[in-house]
């Protein structure tokens, strides 16, 4: 099974199903409980969750259906286990009010999303990146949300650890967007030796119970501490808007505006350590391809044929989609005479692309409605008007 295991956590070079390449990476964070309901093309994910958890002193539990999932996770986050679920549209749908519930209870905890083609039931097992805006909006109400975006199946290892240190982070639910090429494409994933990983652990209260208040935050921070229930700490947490004490404060907006600021805030105002851009061939760039995911991939090749053409072409991969760097875009768009955008979807983070550009060069959209990756031809060929060459050049 593997060149090395310590405490039944693996290490090693693996030919790894970026499903399982996910499942691994949460058990090397110190996932110790997974609540899902099997759904194509995620379905390896908790099935690879079923089988190690109780390897690793962990709970795997089936769920009765998304919802329920969703809830479960929320519950066991807060009895002090990092846990984390596992599906793709339809189920990510469901799992929206629950998401939205988890914000504003500030739980730590992660959902992975292994996108497919749809709406609706859609392409069960072909690839689609249609849920990106979903994981911006998905949910009711005004919040911020922390989405990544892994483009192989080492990726998926790595970022799934790194959303696990986000959520501890900022206490937050963190989304881990990935797609059905990504999940089901089998690569080379290197483990590092489980002392080599950085981890990181939720930081409790420092205050004895009895001074404890769940949802109060020192001066200059935005981000409270939390308690473990059970351990002796008067816990009240609810989805209403609360106070302090997490008690319900509805009655009038005193609570609304300052406690929804804060949940903002807190991702926003840290967006320069949030961030993560993968960037090639910028510097002198008269084009820039953005993109993100398995899109980002199938247009390495397009930018290295329009190079050799002579067109002077760069790429921005979108580790992190959300929260979306404006900064960085607005910039790009001051520098270059058009940015191409291929998805996989018909035209969703062109959208943010589009907003921060503000006019200032040309924004070509590379659409695709799923069930397949992206022909390199229909990205070069957008690279080639963007630069100004004709089409059939």
């Given at each position: 099974?593997?060149?090395?295991?310590?405490?039944?956590?693996?290490s090693g070079?693996?030919?790894m199903?970026?499903?399982i390449?996910?499942a691994?990476g949460?058990?090397?964070?110190?996932c110790?409980?997974?609540?899902?309901?099997?759904?194509?093309?995620a379905?390896?994910?908790?099935?690879?969750?079923s089988?190690?958890?109780?390897?690793?002193?962990?709970?795997?539990?089936?769920m009765?259906?998304?919802?329920?999932?969703?809830n479960?996770?929320?519950?066991?986050?807060?009895a002090?286990?990092?846990?984390?679920?596992?599906?793709?549209?339809?189920?990510?749908s469901?799992?929206?009010?629950?998401?939205?519930?988890?914000?504003?209870?500030?739980?730590?905890?992660?959902l992975?999303?292994?996108?497919?083609?749809?709406?609706?039931?859609?392409?069960?097992?072909?690839?689609?990146?249609?849920?990106?805006?979903q994981?911006?909006?998905?949910?009711?109400?005004?919040?911020?949300?922390?989405?990544?975006?892994?483009?192989?199946p080492?990726?998926?290892?790595d970022?799934?650890i790194?959303?696990?240190?986000?959520?501890?982070?900022?206490?937050?639910?963190?989304?881990?967007?990935?797609d059905?090429?990504?999940g089901?494409?089998t690569?080379?994933?290197?483990?590092p030796?489980?002392?080599?990983?950085?981890?990181?652990?939720?930081?409790?209260?420092?205050?004895?119970?009895?001074?404890?208040?769940?949802?109060?935050?020192?001066?200059?921070?935005?981000?409270?501490?939390?308690?473990?229930?059970?351990?002796?700490?008067r816990?009240?947490?609810?989805?209403?808007?609360?106070?302090?004490?997490?008690?319900?404060?509805?009655?009038d907006?005193?609570?609304q505006?300052?406690?929804?600021?804060?949940?903002?805030?807190?991702?926003?105002?840290?967006?320069?350590?949030?961030?993560?851009?993968?960037?090639?061939?910028?510097?002198?760039?008269?084009v820039?391809?953005?993109?993100?995911?398995?899109a980002?991939?199938?247009?390495?090749?397009?930018v290295?044929?329009?190079?050799?053409?002579?067109?002077?072409v760069?790429?921005?991969?979108?580790?992190?989609?959300?929260?979306?760097?404006?900064?960085e875009i607005?910039?790009?768009?001051?520098?270059?005479?058009?940015?191409?955008?291929?998805?996989?979807?018909?035209?969703?983070?062109?959208?943010?692309v589009?907003?921060?550009?503000?006019?200032?060069?040309?924004?070509?959209?590379?659409?695709?409605?799923?069930?397949?990756i992206?022909?390199?031809?229909?990205?070069?060929?957008?690279?080639?008007?963007?630069?100004?060459?004709?089409?059939?050049a």
């Open positions: 099974m593997s060149p090395a295991s310590r405490n039944g956590v693996l070079e693996f030919f199903l970026g499903d390449a996910c691994e949460a058990i090397c964070a110190g110790r409980f997974f609540a899902g309901y099997p759904i194509t093309p379905t390896e994910v908790a099935q690879r969750m089988e190690r958890l109780p390897l690793v002193g962990g709970i795997y539990i089936q009765e259906d998304e919802m329920a999932s969703m479960a996770v929320l519950g066991a986050s807060w002090g286990v990092k846990a984390m679920t596992a599906t793709s549209g339809p189920g990510f469901l799992m929206m009010e629950n998401l939205g519930l988890g914000v504003m209870m500030e739980t730590p905890c992660v992975v999303n292994v996108q497919r083609g749809g709406p609706s039931t859609g392409l069960p097992t072909l690839v689609g990146q249609g849920d990106m805006m994981a911006r909006w998905g949910s009711h109400g005004d919040y911020a949300i922390i989405a990544l975006s892994p483009s192989s080492q990726e998926l290892f970022l799934t790194h959303a696990f240190n986000l959520s501890e982070t900022y206490r937050a639910p963190v989304l881990v967007m990935t059905a090429e990504v089901h494409m690569e080379k994933v290197v483990i030796p489980v002392e080599e990983i950085e981890v990181i652990g939720r930081r409790k209260p420092t205050v004895p119970p009895e001074e404890y208040l769940p949802y109060r935050v020192e001066p200059g921070e935005l981000v409270p501490p939390m308690a473990v229930a059970g351990e002796g700490y816990i009240h947490t609810t989805g209403l808007t609360h106070d302090e004490r997490g008690y319900p404060a509805t009655a907006d005193t609570a505006w300052p406690l929804v600021q804060r949940l903002v805030d807190k991702i926003e105002k840290n967006k320069d350590k949030i961030i993560m851009l993968e960037e090639d061939g910028l510097d002198d760039a008269e820039a391809v953005v993109s993100y995911g398995i980002a991939r199938t247009a390495i090749w397009p290295q044929m329009a190079r050799q053409e002579g067109i002077r760069g790429m921005l991969r979108l580790v992190t989609v959300w929260p979306f760097p404006d900064e607005r910039d790009l768009a001051g520098r270059v005479e058009g940015i191409v955008v291929p998805e996989i979807n018909l035209g969703q983070i062109v959208r943010e589009e907003r921060c550009a503000a006019g200032r060069t040309e924004v070509l959209s590379v659409p695709h409605p799923g069930g397949g992206h022909d390199p031809q229909a990205v070069l060929r957008a690279i080639r008007r963007a630069a100004g060459r004709k089409a059939e």
